[in-house]
């Protein structure tokens, strides 16, 4: 219902959010933070507020404990998209890393 992505640039770590406002009826991805220093430890925390009825959960997410962006959940676009009316809407009861990709030069030496 919630997608973080942590991504290698040759400016830092950049950290974006994937979610699903049901106005626009397609995912929408937003940069909520990025020039973070790859060479310390960075931690991300996820609240979701999960709200009866559609278009109304909240998301939160803090980097390095300050909250940078609130959000909505996927939850209308298992209703829309998915056999919702078949198999009823997802349960969160589960969290998924995935690394890939290769890791962007360092800044001095991509400059050299």
Known sequence: MS???MTDTAGGLEVNFYDFPALGRRLRVTTIC???DRTVPHTIKVT?????GAT????EVYV???LVHTGTTWEDYFRLY?????YGTRTVDSILFR???APAPPR???DS
């Open 3 to 5: 997608w973080i992505q």
């Open 34 to 36: 990025d020039g973070l």
């Open 48 to 52: 979701i507020d999960f709200v009866d």
């Open 56 to 59: 109304n959960d909240v998301v």
């Open 64 to 66: 390095d404990g300050t």
């Open 82 to 86: 998915d056999d919702a009316q078949v």
């Open 99 to 101: 690394t890939g990709g």
């Open 108 to 110: 001095s030496a991509r």
